[in-house]
């Protein structure tokens, strides 16, 4: 006998025409979606798909499985509104997904505004590794990605929206050497001093430090341990430049109040790779909730007020500030 889950299979590989990107959207495996099909097909005593470079196409059998199907997942997901109806309001869980410095910026803005807007609304933000959001909207541990866009690639299974770019400044505490009135200054000088490192970054940033770091090690002023420290959290790491001789490199929206408080200063460098180009991730075919929306609006009006004052920062301290 068929099962439900069999038509949803059979769907989505009719509908994307490859078993690769039916198995990213339903977020299994290939060699298991290959087995599952094996097995309806034997069940059924004839081929649903036939195989070709291009990918699948439907046969006659899968056609006329295609025709019922249809009907029958609609009524299923009709049926399913229709008991939420009954049941009236439920708490709804929306897991999102960010790397740090979103996280820690517009993430938890967007996500604290929409408290008091949809109180039947369960948010869960979870702190990741950037290089690691991709992977968790695929694997549908989150249904909002939001990560530096640096490194994804070709990603044709989701839906990529860019977000402002975040730029970004090197901190350090009151009274550092390298803060200093007339202080000569390069980043193979910043690069020489104990660093605070927010674990992977991308490789569009990691080309100058890696050569500052060799310039700093020819003119022999280099700190040993590289990084000094190692952490996901930029608020963390804004905390250990103000105990110690650590530089910290982190976005402006999260350092303003820092600097505002006195308990951190802006080295007067930088360039204009030191930003973070973050995006939303969302599975292409995955449509939102009226409470996804509501947080993918509100981190939009968030992100934009955050650029409004990088931009201010940035000129106040005397950088160009970002288009």
């Known amino acids: 006998m068929l099962e ?60 006329v499985l295609l025709g019922e199907a249809g009907e029958i997942l609609d009524r299923l997901e ?23 410095y979103s996280a820690e910026s517009i993430a938890v803005t967007a996500a604290a505004r929409m408290l008091g807007l949809y109180p039947n609304t369960r948010l869960r933000l979870a702190t990741l590794n950037w290089t690691e959001v991709p992977r968790a909207v695929r694997e549908r541990e989150v249904v909002i990605g939001i990560a530096d866009l640096s490194d994804l690639g070709e990603a044709p299974d989701l839906q990529v929206e860019q977000l402002n770019p975040m730029p970004g400044v090197f901190l350090v505490r009151p009274g550092h050497p390298l803060a200093a009135p007339g202080a000569p200054l390069d980043l193979a000088r910043i690069m020489a001093a104990p660093f605070v490192f927010l674990g992977r970054v991308p490789r569009r940033v990691q080309e100058p430090l890696v050569l500052a770091r060799e310039q700093a090690r020819q003119a022999g002023r280099l700190h040993p341990a590289f990084p000094a420290l190692m952490l996901e959290s930029p608020t963390a790491a804004l905390s ?20 505002a408080a006195g308990k951190v200063v802006v080295l007067p460098w930088r360039e204009p790779w030191m930003e973070v180009r973050l995006g939303i991730l969302r599975l292409r075919n995955h449509q939102p909730s009226e409470a996804e929306a509501a947080f993918l609006d509100l981190l939009r009006t968030a992100d934009a007020e955050a650029a409004l004052r990088g931009r201010r920062f940035l000129t106040a301290h005397g950088f160009d500030a970002v288009a």
Not at 13 to 18: M, V, Y
Not at 24 to 45: D, F, H, K
Not at 95 to 100: S, T, V
Not at 242 to 253: F, R
């Open 240 to 259: 250990a430049a103000q105990e110690s001789d650590a530089v910290a490199g982190t976005a402006v929206v999260l350092a303003e109040a820092a600097v």
């Open 4 to 63: 439900v889950r069999d038509l949803i299979l059979v769907r989505a590989i009719a509908e994307h025409g490859s078993l690769a990107r039916a198995a990213r959207v339903l977020a299994v495996g290939q060699p298991a979606l290959t087995r599952s099909l094996a097995g309806l097909e034997a069940r059924l005593r004839g081929p649903l798909f036939e195989r070709s470079r291009r990918g699948v196409v439907p046969t006659d059998l899968c056609r």
């Open 78 to 100: 009709r049926l399913d509104r229709h008991l939420a109806a009954v049941r009236g309001p439920q708490v709804q869980t929306v897991p999102i997904g960010a790397g740090g």
